[in-house]
């Protein structure tokens, strides 16, 4: 009896023993200033360049009072002249529900379509609308953004045309699906 009360203590040590490295706490973000959302500080901290976050802060401030302006001019139609909500309805728009990965088979690449989960998505509808942006020439940052915003909102832009291809993409590589881990 002493002997199989010894075993199940070890069984028991030995079921019990957890994964070495701790699992990634997400660390608790700062709400904006002026707007008071999360979405608009997210933002904010995928703008900023070097540490300089005030920067980043005027051109998003900047982009949503030129948002605010717009929608008061043309106030015929529109239901709500809140900036931040337009902002949340152009990242929806903009998010990605499927991506492509490369995926290395004996010896050959396949493109193989995969779902986004909510925070890829945010990071890649950011980086789109942020790169689509600075792409454009010749306006101070704060107006191209908000322009490429408000387009968003229409479903029009260069940051839909890219979660356009991307969707295209995925669905003429959807006979590698199978190949999703």
């Known amino acids: 009896m002493e002997r199989n009360a010894r075993n199940n203590t070890n069984y028991e040590f030995y079921t019990n023993i957890q994964m070495r490295r701790k699992k990634k706490e997400k660390r608790e973000l700062v709400l904006d200033a002026i707007y008071d959302s999360s979405l608009v500080s997210k933002l904010t901290n995928y703008l900023m360049f070097s540490g300089k976050k005030s920067t980043a802060q005027k051109v998003i401030w900047g982009a949503l009072e030129e948002i605010k302006k717009t929608l008061s001019a043309n106030k015929a139609g529109k239901k709500t002249d809140n900036p931040v909500a337009v902002l949340e309805l152009a990242m929806k728009n903009i998010t990605p529900m499927v991506e492509i990965r490369p995926r290395r088979i004996g010896g050959a690449t396949y493109q193989v379509p995969r779902e986004v989960q909510q925070d890829r998505g945010f990071s890649l509808a950011s980086r789109w609308l942020i790169g689509a942006a600075r792409a454009k020439k010749g306006k101070p940052m704060a107006q191209k953004l908000a322009e490429e915003i408000l387009l968003a909102t229409k479903n029009e832009g ?24």
């Open 158 to 181: 260069a940051a839909i045309k890219k979660k356009l291809d991307t969707h295209r993409m995925a669905e003429a590589n959807r006979a590698f699906a199978h190949f999703a881990w």
